[in-house]
């Protein structure tokens, strides 16, 4: 059996980050070898991540990845146990992998199981898991791509929206806030063309029944069950409510402060809430 100094044991902690006397077990059940040690560390680790797997997460943080040529972006959900763990630098950093990974995918809804199993966001996932000691859990993924990948994540990590366009703004504020008017207002689409016909439908018979109960004249129905759709619109999607900033832009629709900006669509859409 190899000496197991204190130099050896040192240095595994340091590049490992775990306790002392794991990393000299570790080294002790593998005869100094300090690769098949970090294996049997793993190896370990992942016994106890399966016996934790039914606890609850119920805490967690956005992971977020955007490209340098600002033409592609990811969003990742990532859970956990507790608060503080939400916020260290190290589940921090393993959610920003994630997403990082998603984004170099390129698919739009990648298989969350997939993401997950990549060998070396797994081997990761493990490590980060030997130093914090919580369930964790990749709960959704999404990615985008346009001519402009902009995003926002609330200042706790538990909200955001990421976003492409088809066109650069002629000015930086305007996908920054159009990600915070987002994360705010939750669109439920895009647009119109994004809304199903069968939601759409529903609004306008429910809309002429009322008018219909209320006596109101049959020449002026179809104009209330249109204006209720309108409503409708200009309320849940994007391109057609009011922005949020009316201290910069005025009163305004999205739509409207996008033209200004020479930005034509929103061409990719991603919100999320840790829990949500």
């Keep these: 059996m190899a000496n197991i100094t204190a130099k050896m044991v040192k240095d595994l ?36 991540m399966a016996a934790r797997e039914g606890r609850e997460t ?25 608060a503080p763990v939400a916020v260290n630098e190290l589940f921090v950093d393993l959610a920003n992998a994630f997403a990082k990974h998603v984004a170099d995918g390129g ?50 990590g538990k909200s955001g929206a990421l976003i492409a366009l088809d066109a650069v703004p002629t000015a930086d504020g305007i ?7 987002t994360t705010f207002s939750r669109p439920i689409a895009i647009d119109r ?25 049959e020449g002026i129905v179809e104009k209330i069950v249109e204006g209720k759709v309108n409503a409708f619109f200009a309320e849940g999607t994007l391109m057609e409510q009011l922005h949020a900033r009316t201290d910069v832009y005025g ?5 409207d402060v996008l033209k200004e900006a020479g930005v034509g669509a929103v061409v990719g859409l ?7």
């Excluded at 794991?22 to 690769?35: F, M, S, Y």
């Excluded at 914090?132 to 200042?155: A, I």
């Excluded at 009163?251 to 739509?255: D, F, G, H, N, P």
């Design 193 to 217: 063309s994004g809304v199903p016909e069968e939601t759409v439908e529903k609004i306008r018979t429910e809309a002429r029944e009322i008018a219909l109960d209320e006596g109101k004249p």
């Design 251 to 255: 009163k305004k629709k999205v739509r």
């Design 107 to 156: 698919e739009a809804a990648p298989d969350v199981e997939a993401v997950r199993a990549d060998p070396t966001l797994d081997a990761m996932f493990t490590d980060v898991y030997g130093k914090l000691r919580e369930t964790m859990k990749l709960v959704s993924c999404r990615g985008v791509k346009g001519e402009y990948v902009t995003s926002y994540v609330h200042h706790d």
């Design 13 to 48: 902690r340091d590049g490992t980050g775990l306790p002392m006397m794991e990393c000299k077990q570790a080294l002790a059940e593998n005869d100094g070898d300090v690769e098949a040690a970090k294996g049997w560390l793993r190896k370990k680790h992942k016994g106890k």
């Design 58 to 82: 119920g805490e967690g943080r956005i992971g977020c990845y955007i490209d340098e040529a600002r033409k592609t972006g990811a969003f990742v959900e990532l859970r956990c146990e507790t």
């Design 175 to 181: 996908g920054p806030d159009l990600c915070m008017h």
């Design 270 to 276: 991603a919100f999320m809430k840790i829990g949500g």
